[in-house]
């Protein structure tokens, strides 16, 4: 639409430039009618001058017909790239770490792996409003071989104006709602005190997921068949219950800088065995530079069988964490946790029951780099105090293709 308009105004300069030759000789007549004595090379000079104001101003006008044909083709160029792209992001995050291991008994140090992962992820529109989603991501274990193995997540879903639909495995939403607000160190057992027997990606699970202005709402189900699936599925971890064999529900509120989740998990296991995690939490930014976040769960685990006894244990998790900028990339986090366990056995004796302290200090390199170095103690109940201390490095990457 500019270039024809510019073309339009070029068509009109012709009658602008008549219009002021006839304006000079008007003037020119003008000034010998009063007297005047205009010379032939006055009258030239004044053409000259006009002719040049005219000449500059087509000049503007071919630089704006440049600049319009230079956005076009950008334009195409964006058009023709965007259509390249299908979607599909690869993504992983390498986190090997050199750990110092204190046990009370013995020491010894170690080349760790904090959960290194690379994965792939993507969405296709189907329809306006609706549009699928797929992601699968992996182990990449530096601390064994480098080996590329187990699925950490591995669904597909479909997302509507309604909220989201999955099936396959995922972060189980009792973890997203409760859980995630605390798990902000480095070290592969964060949150040190929901870790210990609570989910954080779940197998077999079908969840639902759905904003609505503040509100956070996540529920998941869990059906894992039996040991002899007809379908020719590998469940040879199978809980055995025929119907659901875990479920929960979730609600987050964000209100600005503050946060509040609840959520219910119910984990059904063989020979009538149940668990009940009932989790809340909240964090705040307290300042630009001053996170508060804090995680708890009270546990009941019924009809355990033990030996030959039927046993109930209440069991429970605390986690408190901090962060704290201090700039020039540097953070300073910390965090205190509480795992009660209520004493009860397993196959390799008592289950355990402790509290401890994390302390890390980050130094973010640049967007993806980072190094740190952190000390996590735990005060075994029964048992030995624990140390490690951990320096590592954490290289994130992501690239749309």
Do not use: C
Request: charged fraction near 25%; proline fraction near 2%.
């Amino acid at each position: 639409m500019q270039y024809y308009r510019m073309i339009t105004f070029r068509k009109a300069l012709k009658p602008i430039q008549a219009v002021a030759v006839a304006a000079v000789m008007f003037l020119v007549g003008s000034a010998h009618a009063g007297g005047g004595e205009p010379t032939l090379e006055h009258l030239v000079q004044t053409i000259k001058e006009q002719q040049r104001q005219l000449e500059e101003l087509q000049k503007q006008v071919e630089h704006l017909k440049a600049k319009t044909t230079a956005a076009d083709s950008h334009a195409k160029e964006a058009m023709a790239e965007a259509q390249k792209k299908h979607g599909v992001t690869v993504y992983g995050s390498l986190r090997p770490s050199l750990t110092y291991n204190d046990n009370g008994e013995d020491t010894n140090y170690d080349v760790t792996d904090f959960l290194t992962r690379v994965g792939v992820k993507g969405h296709v529109a189907i329809t306006e409003g609706l549009t699928a989603i797929y992601q699968g991501e992996w182990d990449a274990d530096i601390e064994n071989n480098g080996d590329f193995g187990d699925a950490r997540q591995a669904y597909v879903g479909l997302q509507t104006g309604l909220g989201q639909i999955a099936i396959g495995k995922q972060w189980d939403p009792h973890f997203n709602i409760v859980a995630e607000v605390t798990d902000i160190f480095n070290h592969r057992s964060s949150p040190f005190g929901y870790d210990e027997i609570s989910p954080f990606r779940t197998s077999q699970l079908v969840t639902y997921k759905a904003h609505l202005g503040s509100l956070n709402i996540q529920a998941g189900a869990r059906f894992d068949g039996s040991s002899d699936n007809s379908a020719g599925g590998d469940n040879d971890g199978a809980s055995e219950p025929d119907d659901m064999d875990a479920g929960s529900i979730g609600i987050g509120y964000r209100m600005g800088s503050l946060y509040a989740g609840v959520s219910y998990l119910e984990v059904h296991h063989a020979e009538d065995r149940e668990q009940t995690f009932m989790g809340l939490a909240a964090s705040m930014d307290v300042s630009e530079n001053l996170y508060l976040a804090v995680t708890y769960q009270d546990i009941e685990d019924d009809d355990n069988v033990v030996g030959r006894t039927l046993m109930d244990f209440d069991q429970s998790s605390l986690d408190i964490a901090a962060a704290m900028a201090l700039g020039g990339g540097y953070k300073l986090k910390a965090s205190y946790f509480d795992w009660d366990g209520d004493d009860q056995p397993t196959k390799d004796g008592i289950r355990r029951s402790f509290d401890g302290y994390n302390l890390t200090l980050e130094r973010q390199l640049n967007d993806q780099v980072r190094v740190h170095a952190e000390w996590l103690q735990r005060d075994i109940e029964h048992g030995e105090e624990q140390d490690h201390i951990s320096i590592g490095f954490r290289y994130d990457f992501e690239a749309e293709l």
